[in-house]
Nanobody, 114 residues
Framework: QVQLVESGGGSVQPGGSLRLSCAAS????????MDWYRQTPGNGREVVAT????????TYADFVKGRFTISRDNAKNTVYLQMDNLQPEDTAVYYC???????WGQGTQVTVSS
């Protein structure tokens, strides 16, 4: 079973940027569709972005289009989420997810405030 470990979260001011990383171990994920989800207080998890393993095709939730970019480096067995122009409503715990195997990372906190 794969282990997914997120990193790169932290606290930023509105308009700032963060890059989240999801490092996989135990199994190669180059052929897997990978997702980033986020969970806000009092809410369930919602998908933020998806990237396929086949051709690296990306899909984004409306609330992050134009601001976030999902990418992957299969040689490093890692998926990234570049987050630009962060806003307070982006505050959440962000989770890495392997769509094909339904594996989850532990989450990393992102806080956006003045």
């Amino acid at each position: 079973q794969v282990q997914l470990v997120e990193s790169g979260g932290g606290s930023v001011q509105p308009g700032g940027s963060l890059r989240l990383s999801c490092a996989a171990s135990g199994r190669r994920i180059r052929g897997d569709t990978m997702d980033w989800y986020r969970q806000t207080p009092g809410n369930g998890r919602e998908v933020v972005a998806t990237i396929t393993g086949r051709r690296g095709i990306t899909t984004y939730a409306d609330f992050v289009k134009g601001r976030f970019t999902i990418s992957r480096d299969n040689a490093k067995n890692t998926v990234y989420l570049q987050m630009d122009n962060l806003q307070p409503e982006d505050t959440a715990v962000y989770y890495c997810h392997d769509y094909d195997f339904a594996d989850w990372g532990q989450g990393t906190q992102v806080t956006v405030s003045s």
